[in-house]
């Protein structure tokens, strides 16, 4: 991927679960990060490791409200992987089009790419990133 060496970017929730998981992704691809998180600690453990990694993080705590946010579909992050029943995990399996359910990282590589130079010309534009739950015929 092009276009995020030296690019700066914001991650609101960055402390679990897809944030933290497109923090990591956004500082592998060259971007310099500012993690934010309700949780301080998270926040901060999350940019020791991209730190530990390489990269270049800081962590804060902040509560945004109101802004605008990558909405994906149902999500395997790792607090639901943790009390998740199996049952119904195999009626979400049953429901997405692909064989396995929706990691954070996947989440976080559609960030990356829609933050790239390589999506420079997709403007306006939602990319559900669900398993595909929600295909159109």
Do not use: C, W
């Amino acid at each position: 991927m092009r276009g995020l060496k030296d690019k700066a970017a914001v991650i609101a929730g960055g402390g679990s679960g897809i944030g933290a998981a497109t923090a990591r992704r956004l500082a592998e691809e060259g971007a310099q990060l500012v993690i934010g998180d309700l949780s301080a600690n998270a926040a901060r453990a999350v940019s020791r490791s991209i730190e530990a990694a390489g990269g270049r993080a800081i962590g804060l705590a902040f509560d945004v409200r109101d802004a605008g946010s990558v909405a994906p579909g149902f999500t395997l992050t790792e607090e639901i992987d943790r009390q998740l029943d199996p049952g119904l995990r195999a009626e979400f399996v049953a429901g997405v089009r692909g064989r396995r359910l929706v990691s954070p990282e996947d989440v976080a590589a559609a960030v990356a790419f829609l933050l790239s130079e390589d999506a420079a010309s997709i403007n306006g534009q939602v990319i559900s990133v669900d398993g595909g739950r929600t295909m159109r015929p």
